[in-house]
Nanobody
Framework: QVQLVESGGGLVQAGGSLRLSCAAS????????VGWFRQVPGKERELVTL????????FYTASVKGRFTISRDNAKNMVFLQMDSLKPEDTAVYYC????????????????????WGQGTQVTVSS
């Protein structure tokens, strides 16, 4: 088992920045691929970005490219999401999720690929 806890959400004005953190405990986190998802009421959970166990990133959703950056510190069992130039449409609950199979299924955008989830952190961007 692995437990994930997100932090760093909050209220920010458009154009501002936030840094989300995902702290893991339990199994060896460095062996997991980690994705950041977001969800707004009435919509499906959307993959924002991910990072594989090697530290390479293979995906950013188009709307955040050039503004968001994912990184990980395996020594600290942490994954981060730096969000810059925030827009009101970035408002959502953000979740980190972990896959111990390092996304070998290839279905990296499907929430069902990730068996471990945090509780989510609210990000609200005001215009």
């Amino acid at each position: 088992q692995v437990q994930l806890v997100e932090s760093g959400g909050g209220l920010v004005q458009a154009g501002g920045s936030l840094r989300l953190s995902c702290a893991a405990s339990g199994r060896t986190f460095s062996a997991f691929a980690v994705g950041w998802f977001r969800q707004v009421p009435g919509k499906e959970r959307e993959l924002v970005t991910l990072i594989r166990r090697s530290g390479t990133n293979t995906f950013y959703t188009a709307s955040v490219k050039g503004r968001f950056t994912i990184s990980r510190d395996n020594a600290k069992n942490m994954v981060f999401l730096q969000m810059d130039s925030l827009k009101p449409e970035d408002t959502a609950v953000y979740y980190c999720a972990a896959d111990p199979k390092d996304l070998l299924s290839g279905r990296y955008s499907s929430p069902q690929t990730y068996p471990y989830w945090g509780q989510g952190t609210q990000v609200t961007v005001s215009s």
